[in-house]
């Protein structure tokens, strides 16, 4: 069964930086790729960032392109989002899963295991 925790939200102001941790537990982390999403309130959950299980090709939303980078780290079952020149548009609650890979790229098509996510808040 996929297990995600995520980790490291926070307050935090205009402009600042959050790094993003989810341990994943219950698979072989090196089989899946691994995608952040991200929720507002009042909004759908949308894709954030993919990275394939080998690390080589990632995907960003267009909203983060520049500004979010995702990385993982398979000896430790753990995926990241480093977030820089966050916006108030950023406030959301994140969550990890494992994502579907398609034609060898990965996707922002989750597979249906969530955590509880953590909370992302960008205000003065």
């Known amino acids: 069964q996929l297990q995600f925790v995520e980790s490291g939200g926070g307050l935090v102001q205009p402009g600042g930086s959050l790094r993003l941790s989810c341990a994943a537990s219950?698979?072989?982390?090196?089989?899946?790729?691994m995608g952040w999403f991200r929720q507002a309130p009042g909004k759908e959950r949308e894709g954030v960032a993919c990275?394939?299980?080998?690390?080589?090709?990632?995907n960003y939303a267009d909203s983060v392109k520049g500004r979010f980078t995702i990385s993982r780290d398979n000896a430790k079952n753990t995926v990241y989002l480093q977030m820089n020149s966050l916006t108030p548009e950023d406030t959301a609650i994140y969550y990890c899963?494992?994502?579907?890979?398609?034609?060898?790229?990965?996707?922002?098509?989750?597979?249906?295991?969530w955590g509880q996510g953590t909370q992302v808040t960008v205000s003065s």
């Open positions: 899963a494992a994502v579907r890979i398609v034609q060898s790229m990965c996707t922002m098509i989750p597979l249906p295991s």
């Open positions: 219950g698979f072989t982390f090196d089989y899946y790729a």
């Open positions: 990275i394939r299980n080998s690390a080589a090709s990632t």
